[in-house]
């Protein structure tokens, strides 16, 4: 699955600013921590403070802060803000897609989507901040196969 | 196989509901007394009356002395306000012993107060005094509260793929079946 940009940005931010709520976090350090343009990043962080997960404060030592719920924001809640998950009934624009194989084919990419999406919508900032303390500890992320 | 019980969905992610003050649940193994609030729960939440269904529950995991079957209650104040059942499995679906999980569910009012980590977390020591290491549930991917409680407590998608398909897709015909 690949995420556009966009939301991987809006995704690094808020878990930039979900880790330390009270701290306050430039543009800047952002951008430069994850090797990207402060222009283009800015318009993510705007996008966020207009939904209200984060807000700026003005002045020295200003930035943006987190102001969502950890535990009730999912990483659904993000990406839905920037990317578009057309239903198969809505978007029927592929070529051959209204063909037998075409069909066929787009049962199988629908499976593979609303896994996706159940797994966007199960798991809360906070979750993926525990996910980021284990993986910083050095433990693995997920269990051994058996 | 596994069933986990549905709760309502989650509520909207960005609202602000500061978490309860917690209210420590006494974790014990399930009584027959407390098969009425345990019908009561699970109908309040999923809309359904199953007595008969808790009833052979009861049977098989509240009154068997088999340490790989567990059915635990959550008790506040002499009240039960959730509960969870599992056991142990030899070879289900080709993998060595673990513990299954297949339900769980704490009363909506007494929510957000640690009851469903506790439950958990009793049936998880029960599974390792029983010798196993690893834990599995299965549940639907609709149930979204349920799904997002059981990754906050660590758990991730494991190698298992669920499969299904409606029984008239078996008479031979490979155009008769229903993709949904």
Redo the contacts between chains.
Sequence with gaps: MKLQKNTRLALYSVLEFATDPTRHISAAEIADKYEVSPHHLAKVLSELAR???VESVRGVGGGYRFA??A????LM?VIEMFEEFATPEEDRREPGERTPVGQ?LG?VLSEID??AK??F????L??ML?LLD?QQRGQP?????? | MTETKAGRPARKATCAGAPRAPVAAAIRPVRRADLEPIVALDARVTGLEKRDYWESLYRRYGASARAERQFLVADVGGRVVGFVIGEVRDWEFGAPSCGWVFAIDVHPEARLAGTGTRLLEAICAGFRRAGVSKVRTMLSRDNNLVLSFFRSQGMMTGPFIPLEMDLDTIDGRPDAGTMR
Excluded: P, Q, V, Y
């Design positions: 939904a209200g997960l969502g719920n535990r009730r924001l999912t809640d066929a049962a609303e896994i159940a797994t919508r199960s798991i809360t906070a979750t525990r284990r992320l997920r269990a051994k196969a058996t």
